[in-house]
């Protein structure tokens, strides 16, 4: 197992009518900026019931913050922030809006320019101070609600940002707020996690069993739910499991000491840029051609995928790993997401300008070990065909 710190303040609130313990959870002297989305939470009553729970205290409001939250859009969170003085943030949403507050509250601490929080990478942001967060959790996906990271898009490109000052506080996750989730949320959701997980567990073997093990249960826990969930929203059991899923796939328990890939989701970070395609489903997309072009490297983790996920026994190893990448590929299909890149209108003709918004970004030595060029990523997006 490789070295490691692991830390993790988040308290997480879970399960029915926690809405009404915000009065405790947030100071009593606080001025609160409730971030949202595009307006289901106003919808369906979550934004009067979080109003209601904050009580007395000075509440300011804003909303519209997009799927792969703007730089542009998040800057005028941040005059409010600085004109109304606030001092305590409450994300109300799912992981856009869970990112997008935590780069407000960096920006409305950082001294210098806010674009240049954009260019550090998985390298922390220089910022000093911070003020606290909160979260309330209605779609299951990126883990934000519990990890100190985040996403964000500008000019084209998808940028992470990470400090340390952006765990939240606290997080409530109630998944009774999540049953209004179209079918495609819930299925990007289920894949988010899934790709999440196999990209810490997936890579090569250090002997991290814990690890390795409370991955596997992960990855099972999501295969028995994750139709059931789509088909039966209001199934609590079922919901509830996807919810603690996708927390505990991006908090750093099961990364700590293991190498991580990540390669999967930088390619996927371009498809949505370039070409609007959600999240989730370019995980969906790109996660079995990743493990058809590069087999070899991760051959010892596949057949362990195959057999402990899966349950594949029999076979040359070749076949076992032939079986596991199709059982994956069909788990991500009866999802209802259709995985290749020409059923959603791109051809290999688009493939050099991926390429070239990789090269821009820097994502030229991707995977666990540094080996996927843009040569070798090119192969991916020509398997994802």
Same mark, same amino acid.
């Given at each position: 197992?490789?070295?490691?710190?692991?830390?993790?303040?988040?308290?997480?609130?879970? !399960?029915?009518?926690?809405?009404?313990?915000?009065?405790?959870?947030?100071?009593?002297?606080?001025?609160?900026?409730?971030?949202?989305?595009?307006?289901?939470?106003?919808?369906?009553?979550?934004?009067?019931?979080?109003?209601?729970?904050?009580?007395?205290?000075?509440?300011?409001?804003?909303?519209?913050?997009?799927?792969?939250?703007?730089?542009?859009?998040?800057?005028?969170?941040?005059?409010?922030?600085?004109?109304?003085?606030?001092?305590?943030?409450?994300?109300?949403?799912? !992981?856009?809006?869970?990112?997008?507050?935590?780069?407000?509250?960096?920006?409305?601490?950082?001294? !210098?320019?806010?674009?240049?929080?954009?260019?550090?990478?998985?390298?922390?942001?220089?910022?000093?101070?911070?003020?606290?967060?909160?979260?309330?959790?209605?779609?299951?996906?990126?883990?934000?609600?519990?990890?100190?990271?985040?996403?964000?898009?500008?000019?084209?490109?998808?940028?992470?940002?990470?400090?340390?000052?952006?765990?939240?506080?606290?997080?409530?996750?109630?998944?009774?707020?999540?049953?209004?989730?179209?079918?495609?949320?819930?299925?990007?959701?289920?894949?988010?996690?899934?790709?999440?997980?196999?990209?810490?567990?997936?890579?090569?073997?250090?002997?991290?069993?814990?690890?390795?093990?409370?991955?596997?249960?992960?990855?099972?826990?999501?295969?028995?739910?994750?139709?059931?969930?789509?088909?039966?929203?209001?199934?609590?059991?079922?919901?509830?499991?996807?919810?603690?899923?996708?927390?505990?796939?991006?908090?750093?328990?099961?990364?700590?000491?293991?190498?991580?890939?990540?390669?999967?989701?930088?390619?996927?970070? $371009?498809?949505?840029?370039?070409?609007?395609?959600?999240?989730?489903?370019?995980?969906?997309?790109?996660?079995?051609?990743?493990?058809?072009?590069?087999? $070899?490297?991760?051959?010892?983790?596949?057949?362990?995928?195959?057999?402990?996920?899966?349950?594949?026994?029999?076979?040359?190893?070749?076949?076992?790993?032939?079986?596991?990448?199709?059982?994956?590929?069909?788990?991500?299909?009866?999802?209802?997401?259709?995985?290749?890149?020409?059923?959603?209108?791109?051809?290999?003709?688009?493939?050099?300008?991926?390429?070239?918004?990789?090269?821009?970004? !820097?994502?030229?030595?991707?995977?666990?070990?540094?080996?996927?060029?843009?040569?070798?990523?090119?192969?991916?997006?020509?398997?994802?065909?």
């Amino acid at each position: 197992m490789l070295n490691f710190d692991f830390y993790n303040p988040t308290h997480i609130v879970f !399960g029915k009518d926690r809405l009404n313990e915000l009065d405790e959870l947030v100071p009593k002297d606080a001025r609160v900026l409730i971030t949202y989305g595009g307006g289901s939470v106003k919808k369906f009553g979550t934004l009067e019931k979080v109003s209601q729970a904050l009580g007395n205290r000075p509440i300011f409001e804003f909303g519209d913050i997009e799927p792969n939250p703007k730089f542009n859009t998040l800057m005028k969170a941040v005059d409010i922030v600085k004109k109304e003085n606030i001092d305590f943030l409450l994300a109300v949403g799912g !992981g856009s809006v869970m990112d997008g507050t935590k780069f407000i509250n960096l920006a409305s601490n950082y001294e !210098g320019d806010a674009k240049d929080l954009l260019t550090h990478g998985f390298n922390p942001v220089p910022v000093k101070k911070a003020f606290p967060i909160g979260t309330v959790v209605t779609l299951p996906a990126t883990g934000s609600e519990m990890n100190n990271g985040g996403v964000i898009s500008y000019e084209g490109g998808k940028f992470p940002i990470f400090s340390p000052l952006s765990f939240p506080k606290f997080s409530i996750l109630d998944p009774e707020l999540t049953y209004t989730l179209p079918s495609k949320q819930v299925a990007n959701g289920v894949v988010d996690t899934f790709i999440h997980t196999v990209e810490q567990y997936v890579t090569y073997s250090v002997d991290a069993r814990f690890q390795d093990r409370t991955s596997e249960g992960i990855l099972q826990t999501l295969v028995e739910i994750g139709k059931t969930t789509i088909d039966n929203p209001e199934d609590y059991n079922a919901r509830a499991n996807l919810v603690w899923c996708a927390t505990m796939a991006l908090n750093g328990l099961i990364g700590a000491g293991v190498p991580q890939d990540w390669e999967t989701h930088m390619i996927g970070h $371009e498809l949505t840029a370039m070409f609007g395609l959600d999240h989730g489903l370019t995980l969906a997309i790109l996660q079995p051609a990743v493990w058809k072009v590069r087999r $070899e490297q991760k051959k010892a983790k596949l057949i362990q995928y195959a057999q402990r996920v899966w349950g594949i026994a029999d076979g040359s190893d070749e076949k076992i790993i032939d079986q596991a990448i199709d059982r994956t590929e069909t788990f991500f299909q009866s999802l209802g997401l259709k995985t290749r890149l020409t059923d959603h209108g791109i051809d290999e003709t688009k493939i050099p300008d991926i390429i070239r918004a990789l090269e821009k970004h !820097g994502m030229t030595a991707l995977s666990e070990t540094g080996d996927v060029t843009l040569e070798v990523s090119a192969q991916i997006l020509k398997e994802a065909l």
